[in-house]
């Protein structure tokens, strides 16, 4: 088992307790045979439990993934068990979605406040605009989704998936709608409610604490932005059917999502497992044919590649290193200690720069 897990490494060019920022420190033996047996989540509890070490383990894993990509164009019988359970496990039902908003939001706002910049938004920023920092690309995101909107005076906009309030509260001060925002997060909400009271803009923008597939009223626009990896593949008929039934005539939504480029797959089990439960990052082409089933026009389509050059490193964006105690142990639901942490959130990193899930998909969708 260490000697094939060796030659992975070799081709990688990782050295097992080399001196090189990516290369592995191991601590105890145990870890080859656990890695061996149950792969992504053998390493990544193993890197928990502290049976190994690596200084940048960003750079370890994108030597390491791509490696393992040449090596292997994810045959069916790695991608359909776990495609398989995307769409019979319903962990996006009624009585099962807050659970999930629950596990992934609701340990408080450090993380996500330095993680996503002073706008609190997700998911990917837009860097096409020439922004230097995180903060001003996104608040070229949130200037790109009111143009693409179209919004006029009065409108009323339904933010689906709302997060902490920013792009709600953007669109109500930058073209001066009503927007109605809704969250599963208990956390997301108390933050966005307190948000508008400071900004002034309680008359314009609310907040509720609600699943999208109850409301029963009727917006000019509907937007939804870092919420569509929440619904699943087997759901996607029931949001577009939703988001057609709440537009009005001639109405414009606009989603936006990451994605993936290399068509239909699977979420990693250990992001799966401890962070995005139920989580998936769609293909277009898993998109697009239930948009036109629901009768919906998709007018405007844009896709942004995340290079290298653009993405900025996580210490760049926390002025964090792996091991800080820092963000997760702010809330006193977190239960899993910070290095557990470290590797979703470098995972996310080296998939932007690996072009796996950098993908934008931004869709203006009108009645038929």
Request: proline residues 3%; hydrophobic residues 40%.
């Amino acid at each position: 088992m260490k000697e094939t897990l060796q030659k992975l490494l070799d081709a990688a060019d990782i050295r097992v307790n080399g001196d090189r920022p990516w290369d592995i420190r191991v601590h105890d033996e145990r870890l080859w045979r656990r890695a061996f047996l149950y792969g992504n989540n053998g390493l990544g509890d193993g890197y928990v439990d502290g049976w190994w070490d690596c200084r940048a383990i960003d750079e370890m894993l994108c030597r390491l993934l791509r490696v393992v990509r040449k090596r292997n164009r994810r045959p069916w019988r790695v991608v359909l068990p776990g495609y398989v359970h995307s769409l019979l496990v319903n962990l996006q039902s009624l009585r099962r979605a807050f659970q999930v908003g629950e596990h992934h939001y609701d340990i408080g706002n450090a993380l996500y406040r330095a993680m996503l910049g002073e706008q609190m938004v997700y998911s990917c920023a837009y860097w096409q605009a020439g922004a230097g920092d995180l903060d001003q690309a996104q608040e070229d995101k949130l200037e790109l989704v009111c143009r693409k909107l179209r919004l006029e005076r009065g409108q009323r906009v339904l933010d689906i998936g709302c997060g902490w309030g920013g792009l709600a509260l953007a669109l109500a001060r930058m073209a001066d709608v009503e927007v109605l925002g809704v969250t599963l997060s208990v956390e997301q909400h108390k933050y966005a409610c307190e948000w508008a009271r400071a900004a002034g803009l309680e008359d314009r923008v609310r907040f509720e604490l609600r699943d999208y597939r109850l409301l029963e009223e009727e917006f000019e626009r509907v937007v939804s932005v870092g919420m569509f990896e929440h619904v699943g593949v087997g759901h996607y008929g029931e949001f577009f059917g939703k988001v057609r039934a709440l537009l009005k005539e001639d109405g414009v939504a606009l989603l936006h999502s990451i994605g993936r480029h290399d068509g239909p797959g699977v979420t990693n089990p250990w992001i799966r497992r401890y962070i995005f439960p139920g989580g998936y990052s769609p293909a277009l082409s898993e998109v697009l044919p239930v948009i036109e089933r629901e009768r919906l026009w998709a007018t405007d389509i844009e896709l942004e590649a995340v290079l290298d050059q653009v993405v900025l490193s996580l210490n760049d964006v926390l002025n964090w290193k792996p091991g800080t105690r820092l963000l997760l142990n702010a809330s006193p639901k977190s239960t899993i200690d910070m290095r557990c942490g470290d590797v979703p959130l470098f995972v996310g990193g080296m998939g932007q720069r690996n072009g796996n899930i950098a993908v934008k998909i931004n869709q203006k969708l009108r009645k038929m």
